[in-house]
């Protein structure tokens, strides 16, 4: 009576084997299993079969099992009831894992038909980019922020009175030679420094004042590979009582140890602005050389007095540091003209 | 100005022997500027950079005085002995100032009997290295003077001065000069010059006649050793355009003692030199000398403003040093200021003099007490800060394009003559032919942009500009601040497989980055308005409403004025106002509570004319919809069969929720009939 068994273990397996979509295992649990399956009914006849039979179909079963399963033999299968039992239960279980198999299979192949070239290009929206430039303003205007510094704007059409005679350049100072300028008319003109919003700023407050302004300035300069008839400045001051030298150099060194790396080198150099008195030349030891990044020094008492700004009680220091040619300087480029240019090429390196 | 180092050692006595290759330093630390050092046979050449306000750092001494101080040395004046003889000199020529506002003081020297030849070798090559020309012994003698000194010199043929004098005045309407360079100059009223008799024979300070100057045949020499007024020779030297070696020195005003000195040393050389009696005595206008200036200095003050203590005794011996004369009286120092430091006006001046010398490398670094507060940003540079923000995660790049162009920039760009946005503001000093005016609008300079990189075979270029624009208006000029974009080429990266046109910038992508500006800063009053301008497309062009004003324009550029510029692409250019834009943003939005009840949507294929607005159709829906519309959006435009001839099909998708409860989908039915009926009504329209 084990023959019919083997007979079905045999044919269980081929089918199985040959069941390559999760619709054919299916197919196949119900021809073995289904209720009216080849296994659901060989089990069914076991109860009525002699009591000599039973044991040779019992092991059959058992061997079915142990096939269909991976457990090995448990002691407490006695009952033929029990071992057919178990016999369904592992069958569906073998079932099942061929099933898994399958739909893993199924799944690979779904899958591997999708599969795309990871080395084509993104696709994406340009990247908008900031100008070099403006970016180095941004990152100028938060260092001083950070500071305690008030970061305000003023107008690039100025006034003499303004860009000018506040600022202790009376016309006819040779200074103003240096700062040669596009008029207007004989009151107005482009500003040459941002100083002017110092001068235009302070009448209006209350020391403490600090204040720092980074924008647009305007001079006759020949266009050549260094120098443009517009660049831009950073300019601030701080008024207060008891403000001294030392804290100019205090401020102005860390500024510059923010934007060019904490182990930069400033020196402070003697020099002579109008406006300012000591005044000093402010530059950076990078890569090897200075870069002059520009000027300060304590506000000259007439510039405080035309304020509105007592110089004997408040002493204000001041500053003025080009950001074009450290720019330069800090990212390498050699030509000036390059910034103006906007070729895209050239704004998409920052 | 160039200095010998053997030449100065020359004018130094130093307890040691400095060492040149040091000095790069030390001169940039005592204020003067290094700009080239070169080394010349077995000498060097300190290219120094010197403020305007040292007039006598024009000068070897100059230079030598702050070296002797710098190094507690002792300044070597040359010794000057002069041989003087009869008849004294006022019998045979005179000066005259006219005008006292145009020259404080005037010395003159007349040396006869001269021998006009070559100068000594050592002399010419003193000269040329510090980069002056040798002429003859006469004209060498003034200009090493005045190297030596910083005081600038002239000479004159004295028997070619009509009358043999000379008078300082302004000059009169219609006289000419000939000068030295051989170019015949007109002179406008007021400008500074030496005449004699008859005529004018040099410009003062800045440069001698041709007809006076000293030649071969050059036997008596008159020596001029002026203070000119600075804004008079400087005045008459930009009026003509003119920068010599003399005009920079007067401009910084000298030293009315200095030019007493440097009159008697030329005339020592010239008799050195050229041989010759030096007549007795000088022709001097001086009718003012001014006793040395007095200036108050509290030492205390000088401490606190410099946030160093230096001893009073180290500030004491350093202004002595530069040849101040302290009287100290506790804490207020009375400080006599020196003929040569005319610069040292006030107390600052001084506090200048000592940190100098000090050294600022010793003055310490330090914070300010004040420090405490957090520092904040003004809200329009906030505002600047944010759009440039919001312009850069919108996909374009920032440029930065100069504010200076010329008219022809405007016409090539398509604004007509008559058009507000060509009235630029003129510059009145223009540099050069290409920058001749303030930009009105950002237009042509974007254009530029555009164009550079579309020559250079970049094709895709999407950019923005927040910058300021310059127009006439009533009573003068207004400044604004504008953000102008534009874009050309492909509007996505990775374009592989894409069809042509889902990828090309569009007018709806340069209104998309419009749109996306306008959200993130919450403006909501906002419509565009077809609308032509004559740089732009005639159909592909809108004007941007903002609370019922206008505040800017977008749109396809002009095929015409694509062409001018040579873009073979189709380009996309808007220019926006800021400032309305700002203040319609809203800058702290408000939570909304969300909805969480399900919405119903409806799509609706509308047929209409096809000139009709699609905008038309979603202003009509939203119109009759009331409260329960969330959203309505076109997601399709058809033309073509079975939509009839003319017309065109706008399909839109209406979402519909209330926030309290569920819609019964009856409702909406009932909605959507009536939105139908006002579409049918109001423009015309039927359905699909």
Same mark, same amino acid.
């Given at each position: 009576?084990?023959?019919?068994?083997?007979?079905?273990?045999?044919?269980?397996?081929?089918?199985?084997?040959?069941?390559?979509?999760?619709?054919?295992?299916?197919?196949?649990?119900?021809?073995?299993?289904?209720?009216?399956?080849?296994?659901?009914?060989?089990?069914?006849?076991?109860?009525?079969?002699?009591?000599?039979?039973?044991?040779?179909?019992?092991?059959?079963?058992?061997?079915?099992?142990?096939?269909?399963?991976?457990?090995?033999?448990?002691?407490?299968?006695?009952?033929?009831?029990?071992?057919?039992?178990?016999?369904?239960?592992?069958?569906?279980?073998?079932?099942?894992?061929?099933?898994?198999?399958?739909?893993?299979?199924?799944?690979?192949?779904?899958?591997?038909?999708?599969?795309?070239?990871?080395?084509?290009?993104?696709?994406?929206?340009?990247?908008?980019?900031?100008?070099?430039?403006?970016?180095?303003?941004?990152?100028?205007?938060?260092?001083?922020?950070?500071?305690?510094?008030?970061?305000?704007?003023?107008?690039?059409?100025?006034?003499?009175? &303004?860009?000018? +005679?506040? *600022?202790?350049?009376?016309?006819?100072? $040779?200074? %103003?030679?240096?700062?040669?300028? !596009?008029?207007?008319?004989?009151?107005?003109?482009?500003?040459?420094?941002?100083?002017?919003?110092?001068?235009?700023?302070?009448?209006?407050?209350?020391?403490?004042?600090?204040?720092?302004?980074?924008?647009?300035?305007?001079?006759?300069?020949?266009?050549?590979?260094?120098?443009?008839?517009?660049?831009?400045?950073?300019?601030?001051?701080?008024?207060?009582?008891?403000?001294?030298?030392?804290?100019?150099?205090?401020?102005?060194?860390?500024?510059?140890?923010?934007?060019?790396?904490?182990?930069?080198?400033?020196?402070?150099?003697?020099?002579?602005?109008?406006?300012?008195?000591?005044?000093?030349?402010?530059?950076?030891?990078?890569?090897?050389?200075?870069?002059?990044?520009?000027?300060?020094?304590? &506000?000259?008492? +007439?510039? *405080?007095?035309?304020?509105?700004?007592? $110089?004997? %009680?408040?002493?204000?220091?001041? !500053?003025?540091?080009?950001?074009?040619?450290?720019?330069?300087?800090?990212?390498?480029?050699?030509?000036?003209?390059?910034?103006?240019?906007?070729?895209?090429?050239?704004?998409?390196?920052? | 100005?160039?200095?010998?180092?053997?030449?100065?050692?020359?004018?130094?006595?130093?307890?040691?022997?400095?060492?040149?290759?040091?000095?790069?330093?030390?001169?940039?630390?005592?204020?003067?500027?290094?700009?080239?050092?070169?080394?010349?046979?077995?000498?060097?050449?300190?290219?120094?950079?010197?403020?305007?306000?040292?007039?006598?750092?024009?000068?070897?001494?100059?230079?030598?005085?702050?070296?002797?101080?710098?190094?507690?040395?002792?300044?070597?004046?040359?010794?000057?002995?002069?041989?003087?003889?009869?008849?004294?000199?006022?019998?045979?020529?005179?000066?005259?100032?006219?005008?006292?506002?145009?020259?404080?003081?005037?010395?003159?020297?007349?040396?006869?009997?001269?021998?006009?030849?070559?100068?000594?070798?050592?002399?010419?090559?003193?000269?040329?290295?510090?980069?002056?020309?040798?002429?003859?012994?006469?004209?060498?003698?003034?200009?090493?003077?005045?190297?030596?000194?910083?005081?600038?010199?002239?000479?004159?043929?004295?028997?070619?001065?009509?009358?043999?004098?000379?008078?300082?005045?302004?000059?009169?309407?219609?006289?000419?000069?000939?000068?030295?360079?051989?170019?015949?100059?007109?002179?406008?009223?007021?400008?500074?010059?030496?005449?004699?008799?008859?005529?004018?024979?040099?410009?003062?300070?800045?440069?001698?006649?041709?007809?006076?100057?000293?030649?071969?045949?050059?036997?008596?020499?008159?020596?001029?050793?002026?203070?000119?007024?600075?804004?008079?020779?400087?005045?008459?030297?930009?009026?003509?355009?003119?920068?010599?070696?003399?005009?920079?020195?007067?401009?910084?005003?000298?030293?009315?003692?200095?030019?007493?000195?440097?009159?008697?040393?030329?005339?020592?050389?010239?008799?050195?030199?050229?041989?010759?009696?030096?007549?007795?005595?000088?022709?001097?206008?001086?009718?003012?000398?001014?006793?040395?200036?007095?200036?108050?200095?509290?030492?205390?003050?000088?401490?606190?403003?410099?946030?160093?203590?230096?001893?009073?005794?180290?500030?004491?011996?350093?202004?002595?040093?530069?040849?101040?004369?302290?009287?100290?009286?506790?804490?207020?120092?009375?400080?006599?200021?020196?003929?040569?430091?005319?610069?040292?006006?006030?107390?600052?001046?001084?506090?200048?003099?000592?940190?100098?010398?000090?050294?600022?490398?010793?003055?310490?670094?330090?914070?300010?007490?004040?420090?405490?507060?957090?520092?904040?940003?003004?809200?329009?540079?906030?505002?600047?800060?944010?759009?440039?923000?919001?312009?850069?995660?919108?996909?374009?790049?920032?440029?930065?394009?100069?504010?200076?162009?010329?008219?022809?920039?405007?016409?090539?760009?398509?604004?007509?003559?008559?058009?507000?946005?060509?009235?630029?503001?003129?510059?009145?000093?223009?540099?050069?032919?290409?920058?001749?005016?303030?930009?009105?609008?950002?237009?042509?300079?974007?254009?530029?942009?555009?164009?550079?990189?579309?020559?250079?075979?970049?094709?895709?270029?999407?950019?923005?500009?927040?910058?300021?624009?310059?127009?006439?208006?009533?009573?003068?000029?207004?400044?604004?601040?504008?953000?102008?974009?534009?874009?050309?080429?492909?509007?996505?990266?990775?374009?592989?497989?894409?069809?042509?046109?889902?990828?090309?910038?569009?007018?709806?992508?340069?209104?998309?980055?419009?749109?996306?500006?306008?959200?993130?800063?919450?403006?909501?009053?906002?419509?565009?308005?077809?609308?032509?301008?004559?740089?732009?497309?005639?159909?592909?062009?809108?004007?941007?409403?903002?609370?019922?004003?206008?505040?800017?324009?977008?749109?396809?550029?002009?095929?015409?004025?694509?062409?001018?510029?040579?873009?073979?692409?189709?380009?996309?250019?808007?220019?926006?106002?800021?400032?309305?834009?700002?203040?319609?943003?809203?800058?702290?939005?408000?939570?909304?509570?969300?909805?969480?009840?399900?919405?119903?949507?409806?799509?609706?294929?509308?047929?209409?004319?096809?000139?009709?607005?699609?905008?038309?159709?979603?202003?009509?829906?939203?119109?009759?919809?009331?409260?329960?519309?969330?959203?309505?959006?076109?997601?399709?435009?058809?033309?073509?069969?079975?939509?009839?001839?003319?017309?065109?099909?706008?399909?839109?998708?209406?979402?519909?929720?209330?926030?309290?409860?569920?819609?019964?989908?009856?409702?909406?039915?009932?909605?959507?009939?009536?939105?139908?009926?006002?579409?049918?009504?109001?423009?015309?329209?039927?359905?699909?």
């Amino acid at each position: 009576m084990d023959e019919p068994v083997r007979a079905l273990r045999q044919r269980a397996t081929q089918e199985l084997e040959a069941a390559t979509t999760a619709d054919q295992v299916e197919e196949v649990r119900r021809r073995f299993l289904g209720r009216k399956g080849e296994l659901t009914r060989l089990l069914r006849s076991v109860p009525q079969l002699p009591a000599h039979e039973r044991a040779a179909v019992g092991a059959a079963l058992n061997q079915l099992k142990m096939w269909l399963e991976t457990t090995t033999n448990r002691p407490d299968w006695t009952g033929m009831l029990g071992i057919a039992r178990e016999v369904a239960a592992a069958c569906r279980g073998r079932l099942r894992e061929r099933l898994d198999l399958v739909r893993a299979r199924e799944m690979e192949q779904r899958l591997r038909a999708e599969a795309v070239d990871v080395t084509l290009p993104g696709r994406r929206p340009p990247l908008g980019r900031e100008h070099v430039l403006g970016r180095m303003m941004e990152e100028i205007r938060d260092i001083f922020r950070s500071m305690g510094f008030e970061v305000v704007d003023g107008p690039e059409l100025e006034t003499e009175e &303004f860009n000018f +005679r506040r *600022l202790n350049i009376p016309e006819d100072h $040779p200074a %103003r030679d240096a700062q040669d300028s !596009f008029y207007l008319d004989d009151q107005h003109l482009l500003r040459t420094q941002c100083t002017a919003v110092d001068a235009r700023v302070m009448p209006h407050r209350q020391p403490p004042i600090r204040l720092v302004t980074v924008g647009r300035c305007y001079r006759r300069d020949v266009v050549d590979s260094t120098h443009m008839p517009v660049f831009h400045q950073v300019d601030g001051f701080m008024v207060g009582e008891g403000i001294r030298f030392s804290d100019l150099k205090g401020v102005l060194a860390e500024f510059a140890r923010q934007l060019w790396g904490p182990e930069a080198r400033v020196r402070f150099q003697p020099s002579y602005f109008p406006f300012t008195e000591p005044s000093a030349e402010i530059a950076v030891f990078f890569r090897g050389r200075w870069l002059e990044i520009g000027g300060c020094g304590m &506000f000259h008492p +007439r510039v *405080l007095e035309t304020a509105g700004i007592d $110089p004997e %009680r408040y002493t204000a220091f001041a !500053f003025g540091c080009g950001v074009d040619r450290p720019a330069m300087v800090r990212y390498g480029i050699d030509d000036i003209r390059l910034f103006w240019e906007n070729d895209v090429r050239f704004l998409a390196q920052f | 100005m160039r200095v010998l180092w053997s030449w100065l050692m020359e004018l130094v006595d130093l307890p040691t022997p400095p060492d040149p290759a040091e000095w790069v330093e030390r001169f940039a630390m005592l204020g003067l500027g290094v700009e080239a050092v070169e080394r010349v046979g077995d000498d060097w050449v300190f290219d120094l950079e010197t403020t305007t306000n040292r007039p006598d750092w024009t000068g070897m001494l100059g230079i030598a005085r702050e070296v002797a101080a710098a190094c507690r040395g002792r300044l070597r004046l040359p010794e000057v002995r002069l041989k003087e003889t009869d008849p004294p000199a006022f019998q045979v020529a005179w000066v005259e100032v006219a005008d006292p506002g145009l020259c404080y003081r005037y010395v003159g020297r007349v040396v006869v009997d001269v021998k006009v030849g070559l100068s000594p070798p050592w002399m010419v090559e003193r000269l040329e290295r510090c980069g002056i020309r040798s002429i003859n012994n006469v004209v060498d003698v003034t200009n090493y003077v005045m190297l030596e000194t910083g005081q600038p010199l002239h000479a004159f043929d004295l028997d070619r001065l009509v009358g043999g004098g000379v008078v300082v005045r302004a000059a009169r309407a219609g006289e000419v000069l000939v000068t030295l360079d051989g170019v015949e100059r007109r002179l406008h009223p007021g400008a500074l010059v030496i005449a004699d008799r008859e005529r004018v024979v040099a410009l003062g300070g800045v440069m001698g006649g041709l007809d006076t100057e000293i030649r071969a045949e050059t036997r008596r020499v008159l020596l001029e050793s002026a203070w000119f007024h600075p804004a008079a020779v400087r005045r008459t030297a930009r009026a003509l355009g003119m920068r010599t070696e003399g005009s920079t020195r007067h401009e910084r005003g000298g030293d009315p003692e200095r030019a007493r000195f440097a009159a008697a040393r030329a005339a020592q050389l010239v008799q050195e030199l050229a041989g010759g009696r030096v007549l007795r005595g000088e022709l001097d206008f001086y009718p003012d000398p001014q006793p040395g200036r007095r200036v108050l200095l509290r030492p205390d003050r000088m401490r606190r403003v410099l946030g160093v203590q230096v001893p009073d005794s180290e500030a004491a011996d350093i202004l002595e040093r530069l040849g101040f004369q302290v009287e100290r009286a506790g804490d207020r120092w009375s400080v006599t200021v020196p003929s040569h430091r005319r610069d040292v006006e006030q107390e600052e001046d001084l506090i200048e003099e000592v940190a100098r010398i000090f050294g600022y490398d010793r003055i310490p670094e330090t914070l300010p007490v004040e420090i405490l507060g957090v520092g904040s940003v003004e809200p329009a540079v906030e505002a600047e800060r944010r759009v440039r923000q919001l312009l850069l995660r919108a996909g374009l790049s920032e440029v930065l394009t100069l504010s200076l162009v010329r008219e022809a920039d405007l016409d090539r760009a398509g604004i007509p003559r008559e058009h507000p946005l060509h009235r630029a503001v003129p510059l009145r000093n223009p540099l050069t032919q290409d920058h001749t005016h303030l930009r009105p609008t950002l237009l042509p300079c974007l254009l530029e942009v555009l164009r550079t990189n579309r020559a250079r075979g970049n094709a895709d270029v999407h950019v923005f500009e927040v910058g300021r624009v310059f127009r006439t208006a009533s009573g003068g000029w207004e400044e604004l601040k504008v953000v102008g974009m534009a874009q050309m080429g492909r509007s996505l990266v990775g374009t592989w497989n894409l069809p042509q046109e889902a990828v090309r910038t569009s007018f709806h992508h340069l209104k998309g980055v419009v749109e996306s500006l306008l959200e993130a800063l919450h403006v909501e009053d906002w419509e565009l308005r077809p609308q032509a301008l004559p740089w732009l497309h005639p159909y592909r062009a809108a004007a941007l409403w903002v609370g019922g004003q206008p505040v800017g324009w977008l749109g396809e550029l002009h095929p015409e004025v694509c062409e001018r510029y040579d873009l073979r692409d189709r380009a996309y250019v808007a220019e926006l106002q800021l400032e309305p834009l700002v203040r319609a943003a809203r800058w702290a939005p408000q939570y909304r509570p969300l909805a969480y009840t399900p919405a119903v949507e409806r799509d609706l294929a509308v047929v209409v004319e096809g000139s009709v607005p699609a905008g038309e159709v979603v202003r009509v829906v939203r119109e009759v919809s009331g409260g329960l519309l969330e959203a309505c959006e076109p997601f399709d435009v058809y033309t073509g069969p079975p939509v009839p001839e003319g017309h065109k099909s706008v399909a839109v998708r209406l979402r519909f929720r209330d926030p309290a409860r569920t819609l019964h989908s009856e409702e909406v039915d009932r909605l959507l009939d009536r939105v139908r009926e006002a579409l049918r009504e109001r423009l015309g329209a039927a359905f699909r």
